[in-house]
């Protein structure tokens, strides 16, 4: 079974402050992952899939890349609408969801 | 607009049974294979159960395999979880999703609200 390692557990950022997640996959899922943010008592919202392609109506300021088993989620220029918990999910094999990391305020 | 509204949670006790509803509207849901998702309180999100467009692939999580049952009706643009035996840890949050393309596994791109099951005596 593929296990997904996501990195940090917990990341904490100013406004405006770039910062990147980092998900592990342990055998190569190709380009098959897509990133989520969630904020409390919401639903998930899709910001990535295919590892690098934005969703519609994502800000430019969200970007993904890497393949194989390392992929990375980087958030240019913090906003105060970014605090919330983001999930990497492989989709090569089944469905599977990474652990999440919490962006907090620093 | 396209949306997905779950329906069907509740409080059940430890070996009862449960079933959830999820009414899609805005898109053609025929067309895509749908899922369930869930999320106990304070955890991850765990993917549960995905059914293809038409009904004649579903595959499962190991956790719930031979408890649960995932169907539709097309006709009634309405996805279903049919929870059995239900234990303490099937309690969370549980979320109908949309696949984004044409894959059975897929991005998930429309979510529902979420619908509530508390498993407790």
């Known amino acids: 079974d593929i296990q997904m390692t996501q990195s940090p557990s917990t990341l904490s950022a100013s406004v405006g402050d770039r910062v990147s997640i980092t998900c592990r996959a342990s055998?190569?899922?190709?380009?098959?992952l897509a990133w989520y943010q969630q904020k409390p008592g919401k639903a998930p919202k899709l910001l990535i899939y295919?590892?690098?392609n934005l969703q519609s109506g994502v800000p430019s300021r969200f970007s993904g890349s890497g393949s194989g088993t390392e992929f990375t989620l980087t958030i240019n220029n913090l906003q105060p609408d970014d605090f919330a918990t983001y999930y990497c999910?492989?989709?090569?094999?089944?469905?599977?969801f990474g652990g999440g990391t919490k962006v907090e305020i620093k | 607009q396209v949306q997905l509204v779950e329906s069907g949670g509740g409080v059940v006790q430890p070996g009862r049974s449960l079933r959830l509803s999820c009414t899609a509207s805005?898109?053609?849901?025929?067309?895509?294979?749908m899922h369930w998702v869930r999320q106990a309180p304070g955890k991850g999100l765990e993917w549960v159960a995905v059914?293809?467009?038409?009904?004649?692939?579903?595959y499962y999580v190991d956790s719930v395999k031979g408890r649960f049952t995932i169907s539709r009706d097309n006709s009634k643009n309405t996805l279903y979880l049919q929870m059995n035996s239900l234990r303490a840890g099937d309690t969370a949050v549980y979320y109908c999703?949309?696949?984004?393309?044409?894959?059975?596994?897929?991005?998930?791109?429309?979510w529902g609200h979420g619908t509530m099951v508390t498993v407790s005596s």
């Open positions: 805005g898109f053609t849901f025929s067309t895509y294979g």
């Open positions: 059914i293809s467009y038409d009904g004649t692939d579903k």
């Open positions: 055998q190569s899922i190709s380009s098959w």
């Open positions: 999703t949309k696949d984004y393309g044409d894959y059975v596994f897929d991005a998930f791109d429309i």
């Open positions: 295919k590892a690098s």
């Open positions: 999910q492989q989709y090569n094999s089944y469905s599977l």
